[in-house]
Every structure is written in structure tokens, then in C-alpha cells.
């Protein structure tokens, strides 16, 4: 969402923290449904419709729907569109790079995710620079968010998203991770490369939604017509991949992971560390 200014970070309690886990398991929880209808055939609309049907059905409101004018539950990105895609009539078809990014807020808290996967309709479309390019991504994530374990401040996020792509694919530089809690996006920013800008403080009780954006050609981006799909200048591909994530006392809890970040964090010698 660009640039935010600078502002007075929102610390959370450990109650606060429990109440946005709650928050981030029914984004999980619609990730995950969407993700499962992922296939040629079905329409963007249909995508939003599964996340927005159970997103309320857990008593939670979608985050996006009518945010700034948001039409949609989902933003919902294909192929050339980095972020902010408006879900409609598209077919999604064999072998389309497709990123699911989704917000609820549940209680007043908010949490935010987002996925990337490339349709697999076996029929051979997927193109493997396009597998190659989503797993290099979800890793970028993961790199940052671990980061955060023994980052003195939030460059260091950076930093490590950027050096786990070691050049490979370009770093979109103008859309950002963000803190999170009583808004869906609040101060400080999470940026996905390195920066002179040191950034905020790291310490307990910092909420943030650490998102790479990532393309298989240069990170230039321009935006359409409706004011709000993201896509690469020179139609490249991209990739998206977000988690919500809680600094506490005794390391780190991934809210929008439904293991709290066991599985990607191990891949860093890390371990959730849940306020239970």
C-alpha cells in the first residue's frame, strides 16, 4: 500500500497478541480453503466468494472489502500482476502464477496473509521458472521473518529478504510489509531490500506483516486503469507470499500460520514461541 508515514508504533500486549491470533487463524483458515479451489476453470470471483463466506462464518469481517474503495474480500493477482488484483470473470487456466492475498479483522484485530501457487492442471503448462520463482519467494519470507528473532531493528528484515534472493529475480521496491493490529496496516514499514534506513525498534510486542513481492524479470511496476492491480512494466511474472507476525519475550509467533511458523521457521533453527 506504499509508503507509510512515520507514526507512533501500536506495542501489543500478550493479550492483545492472543487476540490476533484469533484474528490470524481465520485468514489462515480462508488461505487455506481458497487454496484448495485453486484450479483451471474457477474464477477469481469464486476465489473471493469461498474466502469471504467463511472469513464471515467465523464471525470476522474481511479487512480489504471497501478498504479505500476495495471491491473485494481477496486480492487476487495473476501472472503479471504483483499485488492488489480485483477478483471477477477471469478463468483461471493451466499453468497461471496466481497470488491470494487476504485480511480479516475479528474483535477489532487484524490479521493479514498471502500465498502464491502456480495452477497445475496436468497438462505440463507449469513453467518450473515459475515454481522456481514462488518457492524462492515463500524462502525470501521466511528468511524475514526470522530475521526478526535477533534483529535490532527492522532493516535487518530487509536485508535478509534481499539476500536470500541472492539477484536471482527483482525486489519490488515500492509496496512494503506493514505493522498491524487495531488497522489493517499501520506504522512501522517492513521494507524487502536493504535500505539506509535502519528502521524501527524490534522488540516485544511488535506486530508487523512481512511480504515479499517478487519478480522472474525487472521489479519495475505499473498500475492499471482501476487504480488498484499492481503489474510488472515489463510483463514479467511475479510473486507474492505474507505472514502476520507477533515479537514476544521468548521469540517469535507467526499468527496467520495455523503452526504458529513451526515448519517455516525449523528451516532457520527457530521454533514458535506461543504465549499459549
Avoid at 490476533?20 to 481458497?34: I, P, S
Avoid at 469464486?46 to 469481517?61: F, M, T
Avoid at 521458472?129 to 526478526?148: F, I, K, P, R
Avoid at 498500475?223 to 521468548?250: F, I, K, N, P, Y
Amino acid at each position: 500500500m506504499g509508503v507509510l508515514r512515520r507514526e507512533r508504533v501500536e506495542w501489543k500486549t500478550p493479550d492483545q497478541v492472543r487476540l490476533m491470533r484469533q484474528a490470524g487463524l481465520v485468514v489462515a483458515d480462508a488461505l487455506a480453503a481458497v487454496r484448495a479451489e485453486v484450479r483451471p476453470g474457477t474464477t477469481t470471483a469464486q476465489l473471493d466468494a469461498v474466502a469471504e463466506d467463511l472469513i464471515r462464518g467465523a464471525g470476522a469481517l474481511p479487512s480489504f472489502l471497501g478498504y479505500q474503495g476495495f471491491p473485494a474480500s481477496l486480492c487476487v493477482s495473476v501472472n503479471d500482476e504483483v499485488v492488489h488484483g480485483i477478483p471477477g470473470e477471469r478463468v483461471l487456466e493451466d499453468g497461471d502464477l496466481v497470488s491470494v492475498d487476504c485480511g480479516a479483522v475479528l474483535e477489532g484485530w487484524h490479521g493479514d496473509a498471502a500465498f502464491s501457487v502456480v495452477v497445475d492442471g496436468g497438462s505440463g503448462a507449469v513453467d518450473p521458472a515459475d515454481v522456481a520463482l514462488v518457492e524462492a519467494t515463500e524462502a525470501a519470507m521466511w528468511a524475514g521473518v526470522a530475521a526478526l528473532a535477533t534483529a535490532g531493528r527492522l532493516g535487518e528484515v530487509g536485508a535478509a529478504v534481499e539476500d536470500s534472493l541472492v539477484g536471482r529475480f527483482g525486489v519490488v521496491e515500492g509496496y512494503v510489509g506493514h505493522g498491524i493490529g487495531t488497522a489493517m496496516h499501520q506504522p512501522p514499514e517492513v521494507l524487502n531490500h536493504r535500505s539506509r534506513e535502519r528502521g524501527a525498534k524490534v522488540r516485544p510486542g511488535l506486530c508487523v506483516a512481512v511480504e515479499p513481492m517478487v519478480t522472474r524479470g525487472e521489479p519495475d511496476t505499473d498500475v492499471l486503469a482501476d487504480d488498484w492491480t499492481v503489474v510488472t512494466t515489463d510483463g514479467s511474472r511475479a510473486a507474492h507470499w505474507e505472514h502476520t507476525v507477533a515479537v514476544l519475550e521468548g521469540g517469535l509467533w507467526v499468527l496467520t500460520a495455523h503452526d504458529g511458523g513451526a515448519a517455516g521457521l525449523a528451516r532457520h533453527g527457530l521454533a514458535p514461541a506461543a504465549l499459549g
